[in-house]
């Protein structure tokens, strides 16, 4: 399960915040899942986080931390410096990843990369490979990824993407329901919006506020409702 | 350094073309100021400034000392400030680098060459002992201009520091001599535009920066330009006049934090 | 050092009126910064830290990269200002060593083969300092780490005892730190009772070793309950949407 599902299952019981070394459960009784760790046979959360159990397994999810990056995830990066045979790429990871020659959609020649990606570019790019010692690869190679232009770049908390996304996509078509724009939320915690100035400026705020309120409870129709006041109040 | 994506910078360049700013504000406005005084037990003063969400803490620590030998009558005061990593990411630990030398000296100015401290009240044995002033910048948490929060900490920590003298056997305890200080506000250009208190994203971004200190009638105590952009004339002027007012109305918060 | 005070006196009654078992009074908040992952805010009798947590992230310069597993630098520093003397900025012999043994406490809880090559930087600020800095900075980098989401196995906690006029107590203030005849620093992982850090200085008998010792993991598991209820507290709220 992932954070957005999470909080939707949970909608009737209470959430439950755990820290560090909170004992969980047995794995006699049940199978350690995300965020966990067992010793002498019991169950303990490794983070701070939300609990999240189910019939089979105890999971935590973590309510903070940095972008942990996972293959196949879409993300939004910063390009650091221009190499030789590629590029240095800032993804909010503890690491920058590597931008190889070959995995983007031009034909780039040794020594000419400063030509399509400088320094203080985005990029939309997937996550292509991480190895043994966490070395990160992305790539460009994709049609939905490429050089981002316009709009506007801000942070959230890794952690929150899931519920700004929503289920399915749920809470960015919510937005856009009241708002014309574009929006791309990376799994990085990085997120593209594009919209005339007042709009994203609207945006932003309602992003935050997902971002602040994540894990309490009636959040959809809290913000559904400050979306429908603010369209009625422009009109 | 992290880098600014430069599609963030040209977001802001475009609400400045329309008279606006990331978080909203005015050109000329200046984000939330909270003053604590007292705050540092060990302290002979102290002083925690937040501006918008850049802490800055100041201690003053008092010593006695020998004068210098071209002022055997004056105390002696000296500015130190410490961007410690725990306050920003690209904050490194080690010896001082210029921007840390640069904002103490700065701030050490501001308070020197308008002598908001008495000095010459801090003799005590002419040519061999005087008082020694130590102002201490702890930086805390950096999210845009420095220079203001931290000349505010000192003000706001020397106006509420007493002269330690029952603890060097010189008698009793007295408030630290003060005369008005001036106020210090800052401001940076963008895309040719000039706003006052640069937010972090703001910062990063600035072509050039100008610091300037006010006293309570409006005569001009101090400047500094950093950075290396270039100001016309009309924006100095621009910059001037935001911080006589600015200034005025931060001297009056300061003034009601020390209880005055 | 000589003095006419009583540190304790035959009620077993201290100079603030504390018994040999109390702790001083503590407070913690968790999440008080804006540009660190984590951060903790942590007054301990006079004493008054801040700590920041950055990362998992690059370690630089490469060298200190460890291709296993994440290093972790915990960095110990007293402001000029925190000291009766006022004390030079930057580090000196004795907040490297500290640095070094909180590092080394640290390390052993973080699951830091989650992160090769990356480091954690944790720094500890002595903003107001009155006996037992180390102690309190550990506690409050134990905090800051949760809230920084650092996967860990335990919450590292740590509480000093020692020995004032002859008798054993817990948590030294500052005249009885100055007066006293022995300094035990203790840091533990609550969960397994299992020692990161362990300091001594001064004269105890093999008896008065084991009773200061029992009394310091004792003050740790009374400060780790303060430690999770502040991190609880802050998340809660949250929760509750306050």
């Known amino acids: 399960m992932n954070f957005e599902e999470v909080c939707c299952f949970m909608q009737k019981e209470k959430r439950k915040i755990v820290v560090p070394s909170q004992i969980l459960g047995d794995i006699k009784s049940k199978k350690a899942g995300r965020g966990t760790f067992i010793e002498d046979g019991k169950i303990y959360s490794e983070r701070l986080g939300v609990l999240n159990e189910n019939d089979r397994y105890i999971n935590v999810v973590p309510l903070k931390g940095r972008y942990d990056p996972t293959v196949g995830d879409f993300v939004i990066g910063v390009v650091e410096e221009a190499l030789g045979t590629g590029w240095l790429v800032d993804i909010n990871a503890s690491s920058p990843a590597l931008l190889h020659q070959n995995e983007v959609p031009w034909n780039v020649d040794f020594g000419d990369t400063e030509r399509y990606l400088n320094r203080g570019d985005s990029i939309m790019a997937k996550v292509l490979s991480i190895d043994e010692l966490k070395k990160l690869q992305i790539t460009l190679n994709d049609r939905n990824l490429y050089k981002i232009k316009g709009g506007h770049i801000i942070d959230v908390e890794p952690s929150r993407v899931p519920r700004i996304i929503g289920k399915k996509g749920s809470m960015l078509s919510l937005i856009k329901k009241y708002i014309r724009c574009r929006i791309f939320v990376g799994q990085n915690g990085r997120i593209w919006v594009d919209a005339d100035t007042e709009s994203i400026e609207k945006v932003l705020q309602t992003i935050y506020k997902i971002e602040d309120e994540s894990i309490t409870f009636g959040l959809t129709n809290r913000i559904e409702e400050m979306l429908k006041k603010d369209a009625k109040d422009v009109r | 350094m992290t880098v600014v994506p430069i599609i963030k910078r040209d977001y802001i360049y475009k609400l400045a073309e329309q008279g606006k700013r990331v978080d909203g504000r005015n050109f000329d406005e200046y984000r939330k100021i909270e003053i604590e005084t007292g705050v540092v037990s060990k302290a002979e003063g102290s002083a925690r400034v937040k501006i918008g969400n850049t802490q800055v803490m100041a201690g003053i620590k008092m010593d006695v000392g020998e004068p210098y030998s071209d002022s055997p009558d004056s105390g002696v005061m000296t500015t130190a400030a410490e961007l410690i990593p725990l306050a920003s990411p690209d904050f490194e630990a080690g010896p001082p680098r210029e921007d840390a030398i640069e904002l103490a000296r700065v701030v050490d100015r501001g308070v020197r060459e308008s002598e908001v401290i008495e000095l010459d009240k801090l003799c005590i044995e002419p040519g061999e002992k005087v008082w020694i002033v130590f102002i201490d910048l702890h930086i805390l948490d950096y999210d845009g201009n420095l220079f203001d929060a931290a000349s505010l900490a000192s003000l706001a920590a020397l106006s509420t520091a007493k002269v330690p003298a029952e603890r060097f056997e010189l008698g009793e305890d007295y408030p630290l001599p003060l005369k008005e200080p001036p106020i210090s506000c800052t401001s940076v250009k963008f895309n040719n535009v000039v706003v006052i208190d640069p937010a972090l994203d703001e910062e990063e971004i600035a072509d050039a920066r100008l610091t300037v200190a006010t006293d309570t009638n409006g005569d001009l105590r101090a400047m500094q330009k950093g950075l290396n952009g270039s100001f016309t004339r009309e924006e100095i002027q621009k910059i001037i006049k935001a911080s006589i007012d600015n200034g005025r109305e931060i001297r009056r918060q300061l003034y009601k934090s020390i209880g005055k | ?242």
């Open chain 3, 1 to 242: 050092m000589e003095s006419d005070v009583e540190l304790i006196d035959s009620n077993g009654k201290r100079l603030d009126g504390r018994g040999p078992e109390d702790i001083r009074p503590i407070k913690i908040e968790a999440g008080v910064l804006h540009r660190a992952d984590g951060s903790c805010y942590l007054e301990w009798g006079g004493n008054k830290v801040l700590v920041a947590v950055y990362g998992p992230r690059e370690a630089i310069p490469r060298h200190t990269q460890n291709p296993l597993r994440a290093v972790v630098k915990a960095r110990y520093n007293m402001a000029a200002f925190s000291v009766e003397d006022r004390k030079r900025p930057g580090p000196d012999r004795r907040s490297r060593e500290i640095s070094k043994v909180i590092s080394e406490a640290l390390e052993k809880v973080i699951l830091t083969e989650q992160f090769p090559r990356a480091a954690i930087d944790v720094n500890i600020e002595v903003l107001d300092a009155e006996a037992g800095t180390r102690c309190a900075g550990l506690t409050a980098a134990g905090v800051a780490l949760a809230d920084a989401g650092i996967p860990m196995t335990d919450i590292p906690v740590s509480c000093a005892a020692g020995k004032i006029a002859g008798h054993v107590a817990v948590d030294l203030g500052k005249e009885e730190d100055n007066c006293g005849d022995a300094d035990l620093p203790v840091a533990i992982s609550p969960r397994t009772g299992e020692i990161l850090l362990l300091q001594m200085d001064g004269h105890l008998t093999l008896e008065e070793f084991n009773k200061a010792f029992d009394l310091a993991v004792k003050g740790c598991h009374t400060v780790s309950e303060i430690q999770k209820k502040a991190i609880l507290d802050k998340y809660q709220s949250v929760l509750e949407g306050k």
